[in-house]
């Protein structure tokens, strides 16, 4: 038999690595660095390992096919994709910090706006600060709507 590639596959089927062997290679099953992962001999060969390994898993002794991934925020488990929403408002969050932390100097109190210039400011950072709660259904970080910096 030849084996093409060795792929490290987590408990859900996902092959995390893809390794092409330059000689020699472990023998299929528990993986030796960690138990909790298995190692699969590929005897069929891959053009492009990474559109490979977003196509297939393996279940039950043989790879299979999965339909395309929703979108960058997901990861397979229990044979379907799920939105990994704590990754993508950890996302969010970071972008909307570094947008307050730009402003933050709109509310101090020695600078040269006018008071009505401030409360605009004031205004904007609110909105920004009312996104996750207002925007939750979103899944992609191009469905958040940010509001319009005042001039």
């Given at each position: 038999?030849?084996?093409?590639?060795?792929?490290?596959?987590?408990?859900?089927?996902?092959?995390?690595?893809?390794?092409?062997?330059?000689?020699?290679?472990?023998?299929?099953?528990?993986?030796?660095?960690?138990?909790?992962?298995?190692?699969?001999?590929?005897?069929?060969?891959?053009?492009?390992?990474?559109?490979?390994?977003?196509?297939?898993?393996?279940?039950?002794?043989?790879?299979?096919?999965?339909?395309?991934s929703p979108g960058e925020y997901y990861y397979w488990k229990d044979e379907e994709w799920v939105f990994d929403s704590e990754h993508f408002w950890k996302l969010v969050r970071e972008d909307r910090n570094v947008r307050l932390w730009k402003t933050d100097w709109t509310q101090i109190s020695d600078n040269d706006l006018t008071d009505a210039k401030k409360a605009e400011w004031k205004e904007y950072r609110a909105v920004l600060r009312m996104i996750p709660a207002q925007q939750s259904n979103a899944k992609n970080l191009k469905e958040i709507i940010w509001p319009t910096e005042p001039s």
């Open positions: 038999m030849t084996v093409y590639a060795v792929a490290i596959v987590n408990t859900e089927g996902h092959a995390e690595s893809v390794y092409i062997p330059g000689g020699t290679f472990q023998d299929e099953g528990p993986w030796e660095l960690d138990n909790t992962k298995t190692v699969v001999h590929i005897t069929t060969q891959i053009e492009d390992i990474a559109e490979w390994s977003k196509v297939f898993y393996y279940k039950d002794g043989g790879w299979a096919d999965r339909p395309p």
